[in-house]
Every structure is written in structure tokens, then in C-alpha cells.
């Protein structure tokens, strides 16, 4: 017999490899991502909802959920297993909102605290005379509420769950059904004569078998007449789909389950009570029960660890793409921007008239107005290349469709403004250059600093055209001054050109770099499945 293994070594391991599965995220909306999210989601709700506080306490009650469809009848089997009504049946569709939970008085210390669904709030049983909307807590959705019965009907050590429909209208109550069932010892699936082929049950059955958790099913409202056909039809499905083993029930279409508002005869779900009393009470098959639904689950980490770490491996791999386009984009611009500066590209247009103009028609502020705009211009113009070649290099990955990194992507104006004060202040620490170089003059007739700061530009920015502006700086402050100043204010160029870049560069990847996609999850998770295979 399989027996459940408690070791607090065992608990450790599980408890790093829970972290290991926390720090995990897939944010970029590749291919593969939904479902690594919903994988990662549902072994986190298995892993602290059932793995670790039934290897904590392993002599808990044993949990059974009864999920299913729509309409399966689950809230009236629970209610006739029970012998009195305690979860909503009727015709109304979703009907069971808030899950129930009930089990013997004995018992009842086991659920009243967080050890298992710790994100659920309990509320009570009501009084006869009670209301049970009116012992919901204000403000809490009915979708995150446990309501707890006792029943001393029920055998000490079995708890029984009414889930929500797992193929719900409300996304809430589908959500919420998954997370119970990654909650239970036993699954009890509850299909319908007339739905038992239907793809959503068969969902839940094949999820069971892949984690061979300790499943029973539950085939209802079977008319009389076709009993045997419809049993015999069943089966044939659950062998083809290598369930054959598993405990099957059949209840019988009756008068009281007509609208699912009434009890079945004790006759009726007999053989199901006595099964599940037997696995609550008999120490050897309670053992078995839990330890093939723990020693499932266990296994599945085998191939659902290294499917989380290829998920991350790929989103790592993405970002590194997408990264690449960013750097690759502004780099190439970066460069652009030098080789034009070099070649005297910003003195153009009326940069070039208003040089021309200089000194008879055009004062060394109107200059120096010219060439800051100019020279914002080029810059303005190779982050808007530079943001066009990484949209179109980013069209082509599917990362790159995430609606996180368009706020990465700034409207022109913003960049405008942006590159706009950075010229600016290039200016100013310019003059302020220019200052120094004049007050260290010792001359009785001092040049004018802004003209000074004027030709250090136009010499800087203006290339083969601007050679007179060199030789004009020299006359006005001398060729040691001249010299000193435009190494200073060419040093000081490229420190602000590099800056805007830089900053642009830095703006556009932000956005993927808040996602904080790293390269460490994946080979953690690996690594947490090995030491936790060498400790099993």
C-alpha cells in the first residue's frame, strides 16, 4: 500500500518550490503564456490548498468536492448524502454561487480556520430563522466565501464540498470551482444522463487522470428504462479514456430530483455514502485515498516544473529580442547623429541663412536660437527613426504586441519637449563656457560672450561650411583660448548628445524593463524539482 510521506525535509523542499513558482511570471503575451499563467495558478492553488496543509496534517478529515456542469445535479446529491438540505437546488441557473462545506460537528475546528482555502472567508451556517445572505460580510463577493454547515449525519473524518458549476456563466464561479477541486482528496465528478459525453466533463475527468488524483464519478438522473444502456455506455468511455478503475455511481432519475429542490431517497445515494464513509473511517483506505492523490500530484511536477521553466525560458528569450531591437534601433541612430554632426548637418536651413547674416544682419542670440533648433531637430529626427525601426522590428514578435510597451512609445510632442530642454541646456553651459574663456582675457576692450559662445557653436556644428567661424573665435579670444574652448564645448556636445540617446533608448525600454523578466526562474524551477525528486 502507498503511504503518505510527512517528513518536515519533504515540506521544506515543497515550500522552496512554492517560491520558486511564485517568483515565475509570464507578463509578455506569447503563444504559450495563457497557459503557463493558468498552469502556475493552479499548482499554487493545488500546492496551498491541498499538497502542503494535508502533508502538514495528515489526520484531517478527508475532502471530497463534488464538482460538475451546469444542471448535473450536484447541490441535490450533496444535500440527500447529508439528509437535509444545506446547499441551494433549484432550477436557476448558476445556482450554487457561494460553495458550501459541510461536515460532522466533530470535525468542524478543521475548517473554521485558514488550513485550507485560506483565500476564502468563512461565514456560518444560519439559524432556521435566518437569512444566509444576511451572515455574508459587507462588502465581500459571494465568490469568495466559504459557508460552513455541520451535519452530524455525515461520519467523523469526511468533509463534503458543493463547488460551483465548473462551465459556469459567471467567469467568478468557474475560477472559483478549479481552485476547490485542487483543494480536494477525492474528486467526485457529477454528470447527467443526458450531458455524460459532453466535452466539460470529460475535461474534469481527464485533469484527474493526469494528476491520478482519487476520483469517483457520479452518473445522475438516469431514467429507469435505459439504466443499463447508459451505464453501459459510460463505462465503455471511461476504459477508452483509461479510467475504467474508477468507483462509478449510478442515480436513478426520480420525482424528488425533478426540480432539484428535494432530497433523494437514502436508497438512492447509499452505495456512494458507504464508499465514502468506508475511505473516511477505514485507516487503510483513508491512507490510500490521500496518499494517491498527494503521490499524484507530486508526480505531475515532473512534467508541469519544466513546462513553467520553458515558459519562462521563453519569456526571457522574447524580452532579449525585443531588447535587441531597441539597442540595435538606437544605436544605429546614434551613430547617424554623429557622422551628421561631423559633417556640419545642422548648419542648415535657416541656421545657414542666419550664420550668413552673422555679424551685420544677425545678432549672436538669433544664432545661437537657429542652431539650438536645428540641432533639436536632427536629434528629434533620429529618435523618431530610431522609434520606427524598433515598432516595425517589435510587429514581429508577438511580445511586442503587449499593450504594457506602448507606453514606452511617447507621442512626438513628449519627445520633442524632451530633446527641446536638453538642447537648451547645452546652450546655457555653453555661454557659460564662454564666460569663463572671457573673463580670463586681459584686455582693456573684452569681446562680446554670447558672440564667443555663437562661434564656438557655429565652429562645432556647422563642419567644412564653418571654418570662418573658428577663425573668427580665435581673433576674439586667441588661438590657446579658441582651442581650449572648443575641446571643452565639443566634450560637452557629445555628453548631451550621448544623454538624449541614451535617455530616449532608456525611456523605450522601460516599460519592459518594469516587467523585470530575468533569466533565473527558469533554471530555479528546474532546480527546485530536482532537490525535491532527491528528497522523495
Not at 520558486?20 to 493558468?38: E, T
Not at 467523523?156 to 468557474?174: E, F, T
Not at 432519475?253 to 473516511?280: D, F, I, N, Y
Not at 573684452?446 to 562661434?455: G, K
Request: glycine share 6%.
Amino acid at each position: 500500500m502507498v503511504t503518505l510521506d510527512v517528513r518536515p525535509q519533504l515540506l521544506d523542499t515543497l515550500s522552496a518550490l512554492r517560491d520558486r513558482v511564485v517568483a515565475a511570471r509570464f507578463p509578455l503575451p506569447l503563444p504559450g503564456a495563457p497557459r503557463a499563467r493558468a498552469n502556475r495558478d493552479e499548482l499554487l492553488a493545488q500546492l496551498d490548498d491541498y499538497l502542503v496543509p494535508r502533508l502538514r496534517e495528515p489526520e484531517a478529515p478527508l475532502l471530497a468536492v463534488v464538482g460538475g456542469s451546469t444542471g448535473a445535479g450536484k447541490s441535490t446529491l450533496v444535500n440527500s448524502l447529508v439528509g437535509r438540505r444545506v446547499s441551494e437546488a433549484g432550477v436557476l441557473r448558476p445556482t450554487t454561487r457561494t460553495p458550501v462545506l459541510v461536515c460532522h460537528p466533530d470535525d468542524q475546528h478543521w475548517f473554521s480556520g485558514m488550513r485550507v482555502l485560506p483565500d476564502l472567508t468563512r461565514v456560518w451556517a444560519p439559524a432556521p430563522d435566518e437569512d444566509p445572505d444576511d451572515l455574508m460580510p459587507s462588502g465581500a463577493p459571494p465568490a469568495r466565501v466559504l459557508r460552513v454547515e455541520t451535519a452530524d449525519t455525515l461520519p467523523r473524518g469526511l468533509a463534503l464540498l458543493d463547488a460551483p458549476d465548473i462551465d459556469s456563466l459567471v467567469a467568478d464561479n468557474r475560477v472559483l470551482a478549479a481552485e476547490l477541486i485542487c483543494a480536494a482528496d477525492i474528486w467526485i465528478m457529477v454528470t447527467t444522463a443526458a450531458r455524460y459525453a459532453d466535452a466539460v466533463p470529460w475535461h474534469l475527468l481527464r485533469t484527474a487522470k493526469e494528476y491520478d488524483a482519487t476520483l469517483v464519478t457520479v452518473l445522475d438522473r438516469v431514467p429507469h428504462q435505459v439504466v443499463s444502456e447508459v451505464s453501459r455506455q459510460y463505462g465503455a468511455l471511461l476504459t477508452k479514456a483509461g479510467l475504467g478503475d474508477v468507483p462509478r455511481f449510478t442515480v436513478p432519475e426520480l420525482p424528488e430530483s425533478a426540480w432539484g429542490a428535494g432530497l433523494l431517497p437514502a436508497t438512492a445515494v447509499a452505495p456512494l455514502k458507504e464508499w465514502l464513509t468506508h475511505h473516511a473511517q477505514e485507516p487503510a483506505a483513508r491512507e490510500q485515498a490521500m496518499a494517491r492523490t498527494v503521490h499524484g500530484l507530486l508526480d505531475s511536477l515532473k512534467v508541469r516544473m519544466p513546462e513553467l521553466a520553458g515558459a519562462a525560458a521563453a519569456q526571457y528569450a522574447a524580452a532579449l529580442r525585443l531588447t535587441s531591437a531597441v539597442e540595435t534601433a538606437y544605436d544605429s541612430e546614434h551613430a547617424r547623429v554623429r557622422g551628421r554632426l561631423q559633417s556640419g548637418a545642422v548648419l542648415a536651413g535657416d541656421a545657414l541663412k542666419r550664420w550668413r547674416a552673422f555679424p551685420l544682419d544677425c545678432t549672436p542670440g538669433e544664432l545661437l536660437d537657429a542652431l539650438v533648433e536645428s540641432l533639436a531637430a536632427l536629434l528629434l529626427c533620429s529618435v523618431t527613426a530610431a522609434d520606427e525601426r524598433v515598432d516595425e522590428a517589435w510587429r514581429r514578435e508577438p511580445a511586442g504586441a503587449d499593450p504594457a510597451l506602448a507606453a514606452g512609445h511617447s507621442a512626438l510632442e513628449s519627445s520633442e519637449h524632451r530633446i527641446g530642454l536638453a538642447v537648451r541646456r547645452w546652450r546655457r553651459e555653453l555661454e557659460e563656457y564662454a564666460e569663463d574663456e572671457v573673463r580670463v582675457l586681459e584686455r582693456s576692450v573684452m569681446p562680446d560672450a554670447e558672440a564667443v559662445a555663437a562661434l564656438v557653436a557655429t565652429a562645432l556644428l556647422g563642419g567644412r561650411r564653418a571654418r570662418t567661424a573658428g577663425e573668427g573665435l580665435a581673433e576674439r579670444i586667441g588661438a590657446h583660448g579658441a582651442l581650449r574652448l572648443r575641446d571643452r564645448a565639443g566634450r560637452l556636445l557629445n555628453e548631451h548628445v550621448d544623454r538624449v540617446m541614451h535617455n530616449e533608448r532608456e525611456r523605450r525600454l522601460a516599460p519592459l524593463d518594469a516587467l523585470d523578466i530575468q533569466p533565473d526562474p527558469q533554471a530555479e524551477l528546474i532546480a527546485a524539482l530536482s532537490v525535491l525528486q532527491k528528497e522523495r
